[in-house]
């Protein structure tokens, strides 16, 4: 494809995102296909010769958007959103027609330099302490997601526990982790990549009512596993859990860290995004004093579409040391100056897109006031939305909702006899009917609704409209 | 951004990434700043206002650009080349456009089916076995790269070897994986991450000349350790290794790993793709009678722009017990039923961008003919360039050049003291000309030269004009 072709095409694409955008609202949320419908209408062999752009579309309105649920729709409620917008959109096709690989400083200096100076003023925004900044001893870096970026931390956390043994010998049955057992399971899978085994990921029971979890027993288990000759290595403290977006006490947690060696990782992966807002900073009330790592996501809710979440470390030796080889083919006059970051060695892959480009685009295009009015509406049409069913006395209102997450579950008559069935399926005919798109989790035994607002679409209309759907499609069934 | 803007800015984005490509040819190829050049032009603290589109696109060109190091430039032959092409810039930005999140089958089908079709799509093009296509026991995967490819694929032989052990108890010291002292490091990364350690990953020496893993040697290793009590999970073999595009002799090695029980991983990151050439197709011989998976990247020899690479299994059990946890606020009525995928099974992140987008608009603009027609350019350019490296004194050609790269040595006077340093000056004196870029690596002592055509843009001018730059500057220091 000629520069000139990609210029005629590239318009058409554009012209079809913009009509998508603005159209997104009358398609159904979710999407109504049955597993298989979308492969069937695809060809099952690959065109021999090549095709026109014109058919790609075809193709995508015919076969692609029938498949598709629609994360951007005003009236998606499901999971964490998974915000995008223009300028992050902009951003991408930036780094897609530059093109570079930035996995060392040499191979795209810019391409390095750019994320350090994006992560540096995310921190900033966010009030992340200055330890996490790249000019002291740590740093931030672009991940995949919070999943890798837990990964990355428990290495270094192992790497520093271990005093470097495990990177030759291996982690061996020796080492522990600590997650609660309202942690999202990107840890415990992080605990099985790493070697460690499910078994030495000790779960830690959380407040009944607070979901947030028990220092008290935290304390206990470390205790035991250091009395058995084990070697507790990472406590991973949540900041907005997945479920319900409980908050651990970072404070306490933090301070028995620091009593038993043990590596503190926060995971903010979606709620972290809020302390832009400086109302809302409390939440990361210990982590400037504690934590060795912290992460979120500005791919949930900071209007930067899918990949990009954010790992700050307060030391990044043992993360570098933990992830670093450096085979011939890398060597670089740039590298051994030891003058600059080779991101490479703070995440699993060795390549890199430059995903810096599109937190940069969201950072200048809304500025920290834009970001803060972003988070605020999201927060009060939530709130808007818990006011709604805690004054319905057919729902019961799980309580706190300081982001945007509102979990609530219906009351059902006595005489109904699995009330979570019945819950769950409300939840399937709302989701069938395209109207709106919740998800749902499970709380001491009850299952629960999720309605998260995030869109930037979303407005108080949205949220009206799916109370008074929820509410309806209950009472139908009671 | 409202729709109508980013209407507006993204044809600006367009015109701008038009211009660039069809510029490229003016810029220096490698970047020319200092460490910190870049970082100290931009502005220490995020905006407290949103900024116009145009300011950002004017510090693109202002602060950025000059940072770049041009990897789509046809004068760019150093490492292995990171593919674009306007048709995979489309994909991807419908991708970004469009913003969904498939990590699992329900969050939005087309996702999910729509790679699993361009994965068996793949397959045919390249001639791979029948048993990675997903409609079988196994299936392919879009990963970030092959790194990540490496590193489930390892995940799935420990679970494999330890019959499911490992997913609770961990690795402890049991294990052990075998790769050449000339396979890629993120296969030893992988053992670090998993666990293993360092030493537990096995390097089989090399063939001097060939540089293919020595097969009776990998024999002896891997009867020792049986005799030791120890468990060989898994065997990396490579079709064209990053130093030299060595190739492994994957029959001979798969036959050994058949009779041992070892798990047979096959690293074709950059080689794999000439697959698609029928005439090219000899490189995978005895993938199919024995590999368990094998990896190839799109995104470096196949038009596919950055993240792309794509993982198949034989047998998509392990892996996939391995590496799933289903907590509640995951569950869904489709994935119980069985009946879907849920990639985020297959990889080490839970969320996903929709990358099959990219490949699928590549395939469809290409045609499997336009694919095989930039294989063989390149290969025909490569050879090219090696037929004046091998009739010119001044230089020793490394034998063997099947695919896009090159690899050779000048040839120094006697009274030059250290050759090797001689060799890397001349190299950092053409990078820093901008002219061309070329990166190096080491073969039995010696520091060879790495030329790698790979730019759909690259044609017989750009490396003629590279073999007379390359003959004049060490004639210089001659």
Same mark, same amino acid.
């Given at each position: 494809?000629?520069?000139?072709?990609?210029?005629?095409?590239?318009?058409?694409? !554009?012209?079809?995102?913009?009509?998508?955008?603005?159209?997104?609202?009358?398609?159904?949320?979710?999407?109504?296909?049955?597993?298989?419908?979308?492969?069937?209408?695809?060809?099952?062999?690959?065109?021999?010769?090549?095709?026109?752009?014109?058919?790609?579309?075809?193709?995508? @309105?015919?076969?692609? #958007?029938?498949?598709?649920?629609? +994360?951007?729709?005003?009236?998606?409620?499901?999971?964490?959103?998974?915000?995008?917008?223009?300028?992050?959109?902009?951003? @991408?096709?930036?780094?897609?027609?530059?093109?570079?690989?930035?996995?060392?400083?040499?191979?795209?200096?810019?391409?390095?330099?750019?994320?350090?100076?994006?992560?540096?003023?995310?921190?900033?925004?966010?009030?992340?302490?200055?330890?996490?900044?790249?000019?002291?001893?740590?740093?931030?870096?672009?991940? @995949?997601?919070?999943?890798?970026?837990?990964?990355?931390?428990?290495?270094?956390?192992?790497?520093?526990?271990?005093?470097?043994?495990?990177? $030759?010998?291996?982690?061996?049955?020796?080492?522990?982790?600590? !997650?609660?057992?309202?942690?999202?399971?990107?840890?415990?899978?992080?605990?099985?990549? *790493?070697? &460690?085994?499910?078994?030495?990921?000790?779960?830690?029971?959380?407040?009944?009512?607070?979901?947030? #979890?028990?220092?008290?027993?935290?304390?206990? #288990?470390?205790?035991?596993?250091?009395?058995?000759?084990?070697?507790?290595? &990472?406590?991973?403290?949540?900041?907005?859990?997945?479920?319900?977006?409980?908050? $651990?006490?970072?404070?306490?947690?933090? *301070?028995?860290?620091?009593?038993?060696?043990?590596?503190?990782?926060?995971?903010?992966?979606?709620?972290?995004?809020?302390?832009?807002?400086?109302? &809302?900073?409390?939440?990361?009330?210990?982590? *400037?004093?504690?934590?060795?790592?912290?992460?979120?996501?500005?791919?949930? +809710?900071?209007?930067?579409?899918?990949?990009?979440?954010?790992?700050?470390?307060?030391?990044?030796?043992?993360?570098?040391?933990?992830?670093?080889?450096?085979?011939?083919?890398?060597?670089?006059?740039?590298?051994?100056?030891?003058?600059?970051?080779?991101?490479?060695? +703070?995440?699993?892959?060795?390549?890199?897109?430059?995903?810096?480009?599109?937190?940069?685009?969201?950072?200048?295009?809304?500025?920290?006031?834009?970001?803060?009015?972003?988070?605020?509406?999201?927060?009060?049409?939530?709130?808007?939305?818990?006011?709604?069913? $805690?004054?319905? @006395?057919?729902?019961?209102?799980?309580?706190?909702?300081?982001?945007?997450?509102?979990?609530?579950?219906?009351?059902?008559?006595?005489?109904?006899?699995?009330?979570?069935?019945?819950?769950?399926? !409300? #939840?399937?005919?709302?989701?069938?009917?395209?109207?709106?798109?919740?998800?749902?989790?499970?709380?001491?035994?009850?299952?629960?609704?999720?309605?998260?607002?995030?869109?930037?679409?979303?407005?108080?209309?949205? !949220?009206?409209?799916?109370?008074?759907?929820?509410?309806?499609?209950?009472?139908?069934?009671?």
């Amino acid at each position: 494809m000629t520069p000139e072709e990609f210029r005629r095409y590239g318009k058409q694409v !554009v012209d079809w995102v913009a009509g998508y955008l603005s159209t997104i609202e009358d398609r159904p949320v979710r999407s109504p296909v049955a597993p298989g419908e979308v492969r069937d209408r695809l060809p099952a062999h690959p065109p021999e010769r090549g095709e026109p752009v014109e058919d790609l579309l075809g193709d995508l @309105d015919r076969v692609i #958007m029938p498949g598709i649920t629609h +994360w951007q729709h005003p009236d998606f409620f499901a999971y964490f959103p998974a915000n995008a917008s223009g300028p992050a959109i902009l951003g @991408d096709l930036l780094s897609s027609g530059l093109g570079v690989q930035g996995m060392v400083w040499a191979t795209s200096p810019a391409c390095t330099e750019l994320e350090t100076v994006v992560v540096d003023w995310l921190a900033e925004l966010l009030g992340l302490p200055a330890e996490f900044r790249t000019d002291g001893t740590g740093g931030g870096v672009i991940q @995949d997601s919070a999943s890798s970026a837990a990964l990355v931390a428990l290495l270094a956390a192992l790497h520093r526990a271990s005093g470097g043994k495990i990177r $030759d010998h291996g982690v061996a049955d020796t080492y522990r982790m600590y !997650v609660s057992t309202e942690t999202h399971s990107s840890l415990q899978r992080a605990g099985r990549i *790493a070697g &460690l085994g499910g078994g030495n990921v000790r779960a830690v029971p959380v407040d009944p009512v607070t979901f947030a #979890m028990d220092v008290g027993e935290l304390r206990r #288990m470390i205790a035991g596993d250091v009395a058995a000759g084990a070697v507790p290595a &990472l406590v991973c403290a949540t900041i907005g859990t997945t479920s319900t977006t409980a908050i $651990d006490p970072v404070a306490e947690i933090g *301070a028995l860290c620091r009593e038993a060696g043990v590596w503190l990782h926060v995971d903010a992966a979606y709620a972290g995004s809020a302390a832009v807002c400086p109302e &809302l900073r409390w939440i990361n009330d210990g982590v *400037a004093e504690y934590a060795d790592s912290y992460a979120t996501n500005p791919h949930k +809710w900071l209007l930067t579409n899918f990949d990009c979440g954010v790992l700050w470390v307060r030391d990044r030796r043992p993360m570098i040391d933990a992830l670093s080889i450096l085979p011939e083919y890398l060597r670089n006059t740039a590298t051994e100056s030891g003058e600059v970051i080779d991101y490479r060695d +703070w995440q699993v892959p060795l390549g890199r897109r430059f995903r810096a480009l599109k937190l940069w685009s969201v950072i200048r295009w809304y500025g920290a006031e834009g970001l803060r009015a972003h988070i605020r509406t999201c927060v009060e049409l939530a709130a808007r939305f818990a006011r709604l069913i $805690d004054a319905d @006395d057919g729902f019961e209102l799980h309580p706190g909702h300081p982001f945007g997450l509102v979990c609530f579950r219906p009351r059902w008559p006595s005489s109904v006899p699995d009330p979570n069935a019945e819950t769950l399926a !409300v #939840m399937e005919r709302l989701n069938a009917s395209g109207e709106l798109f919740l998800s749902h989790t499970k709380a001491n035994g009850h299952v629960l609704l999720r309605l998260a607002v995030g869109s930037p679409a979303t407005r108080a209309e949205h !949220v009206e409209a799916a109370y008074r759907r929820i509410a309806a499609a209950c009472q139908e069934r009671r």
